[in-house]
């Protein structure tokens, strides 16, 4: 069992950058698979970034490649999502997840395969 807690969010202007953080509880963090998902308003949750439980393989949505990176400091149970680049579309709710899967070989990019899930922390990006 995991449990996730965000940073706090903040806001950014077209072209500036931010950075998410996510503390996990438990020894198991160094173990699973991690993701970042959004959320805007009216609208579903979806990917953006996933990580590979060493930290040796990542992916990432389309819309944020190149832009965005995603990290892990397995010492300090710590997500990082490095926001740069930013648009007034990557405004949103921000939600880091763990896949429950130990030593899984595979990044997944669907809601239903992460298992553990932060509070989501706001992201807003205005001109």
């Known amino acids: 069992q995991v449990q996730l807690v965000e940073s706090e969010g903040g806001s950014a202007q077209v072209g500036g950058s931010l950075r998410l953080s996510c503390a996990a509880s438990?020894?198991?963090?160094?173990?699973?698979?991690m993701g970042w998902f959004r959320q805007a308003p009216g609208k579903e949750r979806e990917f953006v970034a996933a990580i590979l439980w060493n930290g040796e393989s990542t992916w990432y949505t389309e819309s944020v490649k190149g832009r965005f990176v995603i990290s892990r400091d397995n010492a300090k149970n710590t997500l990082y999502l490095q926001m740069n680049s930013l648009k007034p579309e990557d405004t949103a709710v921000y939600y880091c997840?763990?896949?429950?899967?130990?030593?899984?070989?595979?990044?997944?990019?669907?809601?239903?395969?992460?298992?553990?899930w932060g509070q989501g922390t706001q992201v807003t990006v205005s001109s």
């Open positions: 438990g020894r198991t963090f160094t173990m699973n698979n």
């Open positions: 997840a763990a896949d429950a899967r130990r030593y899984y070989s595979g990044l997944a990019t669907a809601r239903a395969s992460y298992d553990y």
